[in-house]
């Protein structure tokens, strides 16, 4: 597994977030219930909380759990099995939040927002299937599938399918992230209309996810490397549901194996779960995922307590 942060990459981005946040601010752990989490969160998490605990900022523990036909309730319970092994403490009732904050049940909120984009005739019903949308597909396997609007102006009726797209201009987004700096992305040209709503009637991740950050006040989103070619699409979103007042981000290096690919759920890599049953300390886990994520030089122990050390 490898890491590619670096000891000067370490020290700029501390001196970035030094002076890149408010005096009170709020970031967020939101994994899902989809499966196990694997070493992978648990370098988001040693980021997330470290960060936290050490420039004055608060974390919400939310579980994503808008795909209802993924997301399963054993895991979810395991996420909080994993995280209080860990030693790591949301603050979601300082922020008056309940303990459980999940996005099931929390229909009403993003029905406002669906309900602010048709107002604006910013959605259309789409039935096109996923196998339709790769076949139309001219790029190669590497390079994110593109929506190529087949649907955007034929008026499909609503009442057809509960699928529903967002109509994007072609607008460059630009934003400065705390490690990679100044970035400009076309969401149009990237993702095409961005699904809001699936053929199943499931509000989709990136939907989702503006929404719960908008209205939960996140400052900080800390996420992979993988999710930052989704932040422009996502601010043009939010945008477009007349928020001015965006979170900064932080994308930081993914643990990959040696051949590139990321770890995940569906692939099988080991869980925090099978390491605890072989042994580990929660401290061992978390020194270890700080090792991996370029954070400290060796895989020492790091107790929970000890996280905010990693940027002093």
Not at 118 to 142: F, H, K, N, P, V
């Amino acid at each position: 597994m490898t890491s590619a942060l670096t000891e000067g990459d370490r020290l700029a981005l501390g001196a970035r977030l030094a002076t890149a946040l408010p005096t009170r601010w709020r970031t967020r752990f939101a994994p899902a219930p989809t499966g196990l989490l694997h070493m992978g969160h648990a370098v988001n998490a040693v980021y997330v909380w470290s960060i936290a605990r050490a420039f004055g900022g608060s974390v919400l523990l939310r579980i994503e759990d808008h795909d209802g036909r993924r997301a399963r309730d054993v895991f979810d319970a395991a996420i909080r099995t994993d995280l209080a092994w860990l030693g790591l403490h949301a603050d979601n009732a300082a922020l008056g939040y309940p303990e459980t904050l999940r996005q099931r049940g929390e229909e009403s909120a993003y029905e406002a927002a669906e309900a602010e984009l048709t107002a604006r005739a910013q959605l259309y019903a789409c039935r096109c299937s996923r196998r339709e949308i790769a076949a139309q597909q001219t790029s190669g396997a590497d390079v994110e599938a593109r929506y190529a609007g087949t649907c955007r102006d034929l008026g499909v009726p609503f009442a057809e399918t509960p699928a529903r797209r967002v109509r994007l201009d072609e607008l460059t987004v630009t934003f400065d992230d705390l490690r990679h700096g100044v970035q400009s992305q076309v969401p149009q040209q990237q993702c095409g209309d961005l699904l809001v709503r699936d053929r199943h009637g499931q509000w989709t991740y990136q939907f989702a996810v503006v929404v719960d950050d908008l209205r939960h006040e996140i400052d900080l989103v800390i996420r992979g490397d993988d999710l930052l070619a989704s932040t422009g699409r996502q601010w043009q979103l939010a945008t477009l549901l007349h928020r001015t007042s965006l979170p900064t981000t932080l994308h930081h290096p993914l643990v990959t194996h040696a051949d590139g690919r990321k770890l995940s759920k569906s692939q099988g890599d080991t869980g925090l779960a099978e390491l605890r049953h072989a042994g580990w300390s929660g401290a061992r886990m978390l020194g270890h995922a700080a090792w991996l994520g370029g954070l400290q030089e060796s895989p020492e122990d790091l107790p929970a307590e000890e996280l905010a050390r990693l940027w002093r």
